[in-house]
């Protein structure tokens, strides 16, 4: 019985020296860093600002490393717009070579413009946005809160990287209604309306109309104001107070009952806007 147990014993000792030796075949030596040294950062894990993961980059900047934490991780000075922790295992790291030659250096990103005392800077390319609600003030009616969608854009910012790319308020680019007007522009055959209506004046003979959409709403000086397209082609569209276009009201009731159905019952003002009933 002895005999068996230590050939056992033999035997496991043996399979695990060839474990290890294993392992050790295929792990990279562990590379060490100091602290202000610039490396690489493995993005395969991060969830970071892009419109499409097939587009992230493998590795992005290099980032200057600030500390070392542990045996094997090192916080980087990350941009402000991350909101993750910055302590990274080394294996996500990869040292940063500087250029040999002169002409191969890059050079370094623009200083922004100081306009009223804030920085503002230049936007390369706007490259998706998003849509979410927030609270507007108290319809004085009701006595309840109105909801307004408001619209985030991500921006690539001229002359940085990708990882400075930033999820930005549309009331914080208001320098920006060129770059906003083209991706507009790219993105019209993919808009999703909420409400449709056709005035039947419109109609031709033929059977053609051009229809009239409500693609979204906004709060503007304690009023809603409405963005009015006339037609498919996006050429007249423009923003509206409820009171300038009266001729849409039903158009306007049925975008607060088609949104409240994908948002919600507290998206919008109720009283004047409830469906009529049926034979009313």
Same mark, same amino acid.
């Given at each position: ?6 050939? *056992? ?11 290890? !030796? ?67 295992? %080394? ?11 002169? !002409? ?20 390369? *390319? ?35 990287? *990708? ?18 007007? %083209? ?6 055959? *993919? ?9 039947? !004046? ?59 159905? %994908?948002?919600? %019952? ?15």
């Amino acid at each position: 019985m002895k005999l068996i147990h230590d050939e *056992t014993k033999t035997a496991l000792e043996k399979a695990a020296v060839q474990m290890k !030796n294993q392992y050790d075949k295929k792990k990279k030596a562990a590379v060490e860093y100091q602290i202000g040294d610039k490396v690489w950062l493995d993005t395969t894990n991060l969830h970071l600002a892009r419109p499409k993961k097939k587009l992230d980059d493998k590795r992005v900047s290099p980032f200057l490393i600030l500390e070392k934490h542990r045996p094997s991780a090192y916080k980087l000075k990350l941009p402000a717009t991350w909101k993750i922790y910055p302590v990274f295992n %080394e294996t996500l790291l990869t040292a940063y070579v500087a250029p040999t030659f002169p !002409n191969q250096k890059q050079n370094p990103p623009p200083t922004p413009d100081i306009i009223n005392d804030e920085e503002q800077y230049e936007i390369d *390319t706007i490259l998706d946005h998003k849509l979410h609600k927030v609270r507007g003030p108290k319809d004085p009616k009701t006595g309840k809160y109105t909801t307004n969608t408001v619209t985030d854009y991500l921006v690539m910012w001229k002359g940085y990287g *990708t990882e400075e790319n930033q999820w930005t308020k549309e009331s914080e680019l208001g320098y920006a209604k060129e770059a906003i007007a %083209e991706y507009w522009e790219s993105r019209k055959d *993919t808009i999703t309306v909420q409400a449709i209506v056709v005035d039947s !004046n419109s109609i031709k003979a033929d059977g053609s109309y051009s229809p009239i959409f409500i693609l979204d709403s906004r709060q503007k000086d304690g009023q809603v104001q409405f963005q009015v397209q006339q037609g498919t082609n996006f050429i007249m569209t423009a923003w509206y107070f409820e009171h300038e276009i009266p001729h849409l009201s039903g158009l306007i009731k049925d975008y607060y009952w088609a949104s409240r159905e %994908e948002f919600g %019952e507290d998206y919008g003002p109720i009283d004047g806007y409830a469906p009529e009933k049926e034979g009313g």
